[in-house]
């Protein structure tokens, strides 16, 4: 039982290692938010799709019922702007939180930076890309049915309702107008509340043409960031992807789901895009249509044609003119998202020990809270978890010693029957007789693996709160380790890790032949190799435990004392010793 739980361990670790490595991207360059302008020039234009990716492209146009035909197939109109401003500008909105920059051409968002989050040359994470090609749409881009009308709102300079906004405790609101000679009105009001909703800006769209109102669909063509996660936790990052949340079920959409079908239409409780630590999604309230376009970017982000950017666009069609429609733009954080809507945690995607990671999370972050050091309070829920399972591998440590001490025993039973073909019925007296021993001499065979059975679910749990958790992004430990989600620059940590789990593999007991203990002998060697680029936080938690297994199976070992040596009594001498006791039982009665 030793054996299968020790092997069932090893595959399970190496399935997620195999996993991660084929099926993860790398992770792409930051980008450096300082570039993060309102372009006023043209911009290098991005090489027209071809193969799979014009044919998407081709899906997604038809999708929209044309709405954005090429502006040169367009009629241009003589309109004349009666309300709009004159010259291109810039409104900053300052939150404690955020730094949104808009632009009042097209009344766009062209900056959305992070303050409490960086990118790894230390400054405010961008996850709105400025760096683009003009062709690109940025968030709150307004398409119409007609292509010229589109246009027209894409270059329209909007007068904006404040030249910036500082908000602190108090909401806001910036507004932007537009109108001109032929009938064409639009107006975009965002709305924020920083105290409350530190991520979430509200949107309410009004567009009409000569009197009519229209329903206009949003586009962002690049998603979160414009690219993969920058944390540099290889190979735990992702591509992003899309993501929506409908009939009490998440659905994420890697490249490969979006190419079979880009387009959903149902009531969504949330719907956009996200990666590994970032979402930008709407929190619509009616049913809405959403269009995904993968794409690769190669003129931005210091993106060759080698070596593409892969980005996820969206659009969004909702059911009339968006009014009041929450957006979220900023991090996967449990207790962020879940005062913006109970349901938006679930975009974090905790795994099948979910109801073991979110306490596990919550008691981490309690920890942080007095002792200021994710690392340290790592430390410190490893020792508190395994003090909690202090029990369990002691009864665990106990029945394997019994089975070790019984082995002489069982070896002799099997040696008997070893001949037998394992068809042959014969070999049933072999298990009746292994039976009979267990029941004589009061051991469970079961008892040694089930209570280290029941600690694996902790184990992965664990496993999935510091491989998706954005608190140990960037979270530092001590000297070297500066980033708990990136893997140990010196690898000092794994190969402690490797040399306790060879400890601890000699000093517990082993029902084993001598063969086989030296090949398990090798697990530590595989698990310090796995280990090597996985992230810091995971492997601290896995020091710790096998460091207090360690101290735990020295405490044991003194408590059930030194092996105790037994002889093989031949089976003969076995029954008639049986038979003495009974009668022996019954003299006495």
Same mark, same amino acid.
């Given at each position: 039982?030793?054996?299968?739980?020790?092997?069932?361990?090893?595959?399970?670790?190496?399935?997620?290692?195999?996993?991660?490595?084929?099926?993860?991207?790398?992770?792409?360059?930051?980008?450096?938010?300082?570039?993060?302008?309102?372009?006023?020039?043209?911009?290098?234009?991005?090489?027209?799709?071809?193969?799979?990716?014009?044919?998407?492209?081709?899906?997604?146009?038809?999708?929209?019922? &044309?709405?954005?035909?090429?502006?040169?197939?367009?009629?241009?109109?003589?309109?004349?702007?009666?309300?709009?401003?004159?010259?291109?500008?810039?409104?900053?909105?300052?939150?404690?939180?955020?730094?949104?920059?808009? $632009?009042?051409?097209?009344?766009?968002?062209?900056?959305?930076?992070?303050?409490?989050?960086?990118?790894?040359? %230390?400054? *405010?994470?961008? +996850?709105?890309?400025?760096?683009?090609?003009?062709?690109?749409?940025?968030?709150?881009?307004?398409?119409?049915?007609?292509?010229?009308?589109?246009?027209?709102?894409?270059?329209?300079?909007?007068?904006?309702?404040?030249?910036?906004?500082?908000?602190?405790?108090?909401?806001?609101?910036?507004?932007?107008?537009?109108?001109?000679?032929?009938?064409?009105?639009?107006?975009?009001?965002?709305?924020?509340?920083?105290?409350?909703?530190?991520?979430?800006?509200?949107?309410?769209?009004?567009?009409?043409?000569?009197?009519?109102?229209?329903?206009?669909?949003?586009?962002?063509?690049?998603?979160?960031?414009?690219?993969?996660?920058?944390?540099?936790?290889?190979?735990?990052?992702?591509?992003p992807q899309g993501i929506f949340y409908s009939n009490g079920e998440v659905s994420r959409l890697d490249r490969g789901d979006v190419?079979?079908?880009?387009?959903?239409?149902?009531?969504?409780?949330?719907? %956009?895009?996200?990666?590994?630590?970032?979402?930008?999604?709407?929190?619509?309230?009616?049913?809405?249509?959403?269009?995904?376009?993968?794409?690769?970017?190669?003129?931005?982000?210091?993106?060759?044609?080698?070596?593409?950017?892969?980005?996820?666009?969206?659009?969004?069609?909702?059911?009339?003119?968006? #009014?009041?429609?929450?957006?979220?733009?900023? *991090?996967?954080?449990?207790?962020?998202?879940?005062?913006?809507?109970?349901?938006? #945690?679930?975009?974090?995607?905790?795994? @099948?020990?979910?109801?073991?990671?979110?306490?596990?999370?919550?008691?981490?972050?309690?920890?942080? %809270?007095?002792?200021?050091?994710?690392?340290?309070?790592?430390?410190?829920?490893?020792?508190?978890?395994?003090?909690?399972?202090?029990?369990?591998?002691?009864?665990?440590?106990?029945?394997?010693?019994? =089975?070790?001490?019984?082995?002489?025993?069982?070896?002799?039973?099997?040696?008997?029957?070893?001949?037998?073909? $394992?068809?042959? *019925?014969?070999?049933?007296? =072999? &298990?009746?007789?292994?039976?009979?021993?267990?029941?004589?001499?009061?051991?469970?065979?079961?008892?040694?693996? =089930?209570?280290?059975? +029941?600690?694996?679910?902790?184990?992965?749990?664990?496993?999935?709160?510091?491989?998706?958790?954005?608190?140990?992004?960037?979270?530092?430990? #001590?000297?070297?380790?500066? &980033?708990?989600?990136?893997?140990?620059?010196?690898?000092?940590? *794994?190969?402690?890790?490797?040399?306790?789990?060879?400890?601890?593999?000699?000093?517990?007991?082993?029902?084993?032949?001598?063969?086989?203990?030296?090949? =398990?002998?090798?697990?530590?060697?595989?698990?310090?190799?796995?280990? +090597?680029?996985?992230?810091?936080?995971?492997?601290?938690? @896995?020091?710790?435990?096998?460091? @207090?297994?360690? %101290?735990?199976?020295?405490?044991?070992?003194?408590?059930?004392?030194?092996?105790?040596?037994?002889?093989?009594?031949?089976?003969?001498?076995?029954?008639?010793?049986?038979?003495?006791?009974?009668?022996?039982?019954?003299?006495?009665?």
């Amino acid at each position: 039982m030793e054996k299968r739980v020790l092997l069932a361990v090893f595959l399970s670790f190496l399935v997620l290692f195999v996993y991660q490595s084929l099926f993860i991207q790398p992770e792409t360059p930051p980008m450096d938010p300082d570039r993060a302008q309102v372009s006023t020039t043209t911009a290098s234009q991005s090489p027209p799709p071809s193969g799979s990716e014009a044919q998407r492209e081709k899906s997604f146009s038809e999708t929209l019922s &044309n709405k954005s035909q090429a502006v040169s197939e367009a009629e241009y109109s003589s309109a004349t702007p009666t309300v709009a401003d004159s010259q291109i500008r810039e409104i900053v909105v300052e939150t404690p939180n955020v730094r949104a920059v808009f $632009a009042n051409r097209g009344a766009k968002l062209t900056s959305w930076l992070l303050k409490d989050y960086f990118d790894e040359e %230390g400054k *405010p994470l961008e +996850l709105v890309s400025a760096d683009l090609p003009d062709d690109l749409a940025r968030p709150f881009s307004l398409v119409l049915e007609d292509a010229e009308l589109t246009r027209r709102l894409d270059e329209a300079l909007f007068v904006a309702s404040h030249d910036g906004l500082e908000l602190r405790d108090e909401p806001g609101l910036l507004s932007f107008e537009y109108e001109d000679s032929e009938g064409l009105r639009a107006r975009k009001d965002f709305h924020f509340e920083p105290e409350r909703l530190p991520y979430v800006v509200t949107f309410t769209a009004d567009v009409k043409n000569g009197g009519q109102s229209l329903n206009p669909t949003l586009r962002w063509d690049t998603g979160v960031g414009g690219a993969s996660d920058t944390s540099g936790s290889t190979p735990y990052s992702e591509v992003p992807q899309g993501i929506f949340y409908s009939n009490g079920e998440v659905s994420r959409l890697d490249r490969g789901d979006v190419e079979e079908k880009d387009t959903y239409e149902e009531k969504f409780r949330f719907v %956009g895009v996200d990666d590994h630590y970032f979402i930008a999604v709407a929190l619509p309230e009616e049913s809405t249509e959403v269009v995904f376009l993968p794409r690769d970017l190669t003129a931005s982000l210091g993106a060759t044609e080698e070596e593409p950017i892969p980005v996820i666009g969206h659009t969004l069609t909702f059911a009339k003119p968006p #009014v009041g429609v929450r957006h979220f733009f900023g *991090p996967k954080e449990f207790g962020v998202l879940g005062l913006v809507d109970q349901e938006l #945690v679930r975009a974090i995607d905790f795994g @099948w020990f979910s109801f073991l990671v979110v306490p596990l999370l919550r008691a981490l972050k309690w920890i942080y %809270g007095y002792v200021g050091n994710y690392g340290w309070s790592i430390v410190i829920l490893t020792i508190l978890l395994n003090a909690v399972m202090f029990p369990l591998r002691h009864k665990s440590v106990v029945s394997m010693r019994k =089975m070790q001490e019984l082995q002489p025993d069982v070896k002799a039973i099997q040696n008997r029957y070893s001949k037998l073909k $394992a068809t042959d *019925p014969a070999r049933q007296k =072999m &298990n009746s007789e292994l039976m009979a021993l267990y029941r004589e001499r009061g051991v469970n065979p079961a008892s040694g693996c =089930m209570p280290m059975l +029941l600690t694996m679910p902790v184990l992965f749990a664990f496993y999935s709160l510091l491989a998706v958790s954005i608190e140990i992004r960037g979270a530092p430990f #001590v000297l070297w380790i500066t &980033n708990l989600a990136q893997h140990d620059p010196m690898y000092v940590t *794994p190969i402690l890790m490797g040399m306790t789990m060879v400890i601890q593999q000699r000093m517990t007991p082993s029902t084993a032949d001598p063969m086989q203990q030296k090949i =398990m002998m090798f697990m530590p060697v595989m698990f310090t190799f796995m280990f +090597l680029w996985a992230p810091s936080g995971l492997v601290l938690y @896995w020091l710790i435990s096998n460091i @207090w297994a360690v %101290g735990q199976q020295y405490i044991t070992n003194k408590i059930i004392g030194p092996t105790e040596a037994r002889t093989v009594r031949p089976p003969a001498e076995r029954r008639l010793k049986r038979v003495g006791s009974g009668q022996t039982a019954k003299t006495k009665k």
